[in-house]
């Protein structure tokens, strides 16, 4: 029986139309459009979370160290009383940086954020019977602003409400003998009221806890604020938000960063 064989030209067209429609198989086989920018949607989305965490670790580690420069300032005012039976003048503090209270402190500290100094003020307009000292945490949610007993949106009954933790001997941090600022009287806005607040110049931004708040001009530009309102209704028609709000209900660019 004869074996039979196959023309040499029918096997070789055999081959060079199998490597063809292999090669365009794996082509085709490449990522579409809509799953490219699927994947850089989720890339994206990764990414602005993991930044909004690492602001926020970086928003409590500033909180950490104002805290300290707080603890800091008591040691040191404790010692210059035991010295001088008497607390320094707090004026020292607007020099932020330099050596006013040395050797009780080397340095006197700043905002770790802004550089600026922090907000002294005394007990019944004498150094001797007390002082107070304020500065703005970032995180109203801060557990230790309760404790002393300010408030995450009144603050510290201070002019500027952002003023939200502190220290304070010879009184109560909240009572109304501090001087040189005056305690304003507390406002709570409505949905249909707009106040009318006897502070400072200022403007109406979005909180960080995505409440509408009262910002003076002087604190306004080292808030990170991304719009300004003239009045209450304004912020409140952006916001909608009477309490601390979530991202969703307050998108995160909409607040102040402070």
Request: with cysteine; aromatic share 10%; hydrophobic share 30%.
């Amino acid at each position: 029986m004869k074996e039979e064989v196959y023309p040499k030209t029918m096997l070789f067209t055999w081959l060079k139309t199998t490597k063809k429609r292999t090669s365009n198989d794996f082509d085709t086989q490449g990522m579409s459009m809509i799953e490219i920018l699927i994947v850089v949607a989720i890339i994206a989305i990764l990414g602005a979370m993991a930044l909004v965490s690492y602001n926020r670790q970086l928003s409590k580690a500033r909180d950490a160290q104002r805290k300290d420069h707080m603890e800091d300032l008591r040691v040191a005012f404790e010692d210059y009383y035991n010295d001088n039976e008497c607390y320094p003048d707090l004026e020292m503090l607007s020099n932020c940086g330099g050596s006013d209270l040395s050797p009780y402190l080397k340095e006197i500290p700043c905002d770790p954020q802004d550089e600026l100094p922090y907000v002294g003020s005394s007990f019944g307009d004498d150094w001797c019977d007390g002082y107070r000292v304020l500065v703005q945490l970032e995180n109203v949610t801060d557990p230790s602003i309760e404790r002393i007993g300010c408030n995450a949106v009144t603050g510290c009954e201070y002019i500027d409400p952002t003023y939200n933790y502190g220290i304070a001997m010879g009184g109560i941090i909240t009572a109304p003998d501090w001087e040189p600022e005056p305690t304003p009287t507390p406002i709570i806005p409505t949905a249909t009221t707009a106040p009318t607040p006897t502070m400072a110049p200022g403007a109406w931004v979005i909180a960080p806890d995505g409440t509408c708040s009262y910002y003076t001009f002087e604190y306004l530009p080292t808030g990170g604020c991304p719009d300004t309102y003239g009045s209450f209704d304004e912020c409140f028609a952006i916001s909608g938000c009477t309490n601390s709000c979530t991202e969703d209900d307050v998108p995160l660019e909409l607040r102040c960063e402070r």
